[in-house]
């Protein structure tokens, strides 16, 4: 789904949000297999399992979190598709190593996951500069191809967005993607090494999000929808202020509750006028 999709998607779903608008829409808890996925990865960051690498298998995690199987089942799929882990047909799921999921030419810190909420506002604050300069160089080298990766991760945000769930893979997929279309693999190898504590961060922003009428979490997809449509039109300034009002705006929305950032209105900021930026 293309932003404009994204848009008039939002749109059509007025007129029958129309008649309960003052009610306070909800949208479906964080799954279990959600959770579950981010405390595996918590356990993996803190070196909990097997020297190996090899995690325990489906039955003994099941027991051991008091879950079923195909709850277990979800969690894998999800660290899997983040990049944590890996299965080995006949053998099991196996913990990446950072020089498995960075890339080879240049060398990842590989960072566990954060242990406090200090850590995951120093995450924020770390990646307001990153990310913000990451944006400016993709509106300046984005290619049909970094912006198709965009698009199809906003697509997925979207639809977790309409299914009530977290989505955070596909928003961190979104900044990773904005990352790679800076054309500096430093950018991208950074965010790599960061993925445990950005996931964890986001996971963190998104449910709590869920928990707040549906208009937030929507708030939070138009700020996508605003950044990418500044890297498509090779605006670099608005592209940097768009990154980095998003993410001090998730940090706000974190500490400061659902009258943080952004989501006061229920709009993003005017963040559109690069004039504004500071060079």
Request: charged letters at 25%; glycine letters at 8%.
């Amino acid at each position: 789904m293309a932003p404009e999709d994204v848009r008039q998607h939002g749109r059509a779903g007025d007129a029958s949000e129309r008649d309960g608008e003052n009610w306070g829409s909800l949208a479906q808890p964080p799954r279990l297999g959600d959770h579950l996925s981010t405390r595996i990865a918590e356990l993996i960051g803190r070196g909990e399992f097997d020297h190996t690498g090899r995690l325990p298998s489906e039955l003994v995690l099941a027991n051991r979190f008091g879950v079923s199987r195909p709850v277990v089942r979800e969690a894998l799929s999800h660290l899997r598709s983040m990049g944590f882990i890996v299965s080995r047909k006949g053998s099991g799921s196996y913990i990446k190593k950072p020089s498995e999921t960075a890339p080879h030419h240049v060398g990842a810190v590989g960072f566990g996951p954060v242990n406090s909420l200090a850590e995951v506002r120093k995450c924020y604050e770390f990646r307001i500069g990153l990310e913000g300069e990451a944006a400016y160089c993709a509106a300046q080298n984005r290619t049909p191809k970094s912006l198709a990766a965009m698009r199809e991760a906003l697509k997925r945000m979207e639809a977790a967005i309409s299914r009530g769930l977290v989505g955070e893979s596909a928003d961190l997929e979104f900044h990773i993607a904005v990352a790679r279309a800076s054309d500096n693999e430093f950018f991208e190898a950074v965010m790599q090494s960061m993925r445990m504590p950005i996931e964890f961060a986001i996971n963190l922003a998104r449910s709590l999000t869920l928990t707040r009428p549906l208009e937030h979490l929507k708030a939070v997809q138009t700020e996508h929808v605003v950044m990418f449509e500044a890297i498509e039109a090779r605006d670099k300034d608005a592209a940097r202020l768009a990154m980095r009002t998003h993410i001090e705006d998730a940090c706000m929305r974190i500490f400061e509750g659902p009258g943080g950032g952004a989501s006061r209105t229920g709009e993003p900021k005017n963040i559109i006028k690069s004039e504004d930026v500071s060079r």
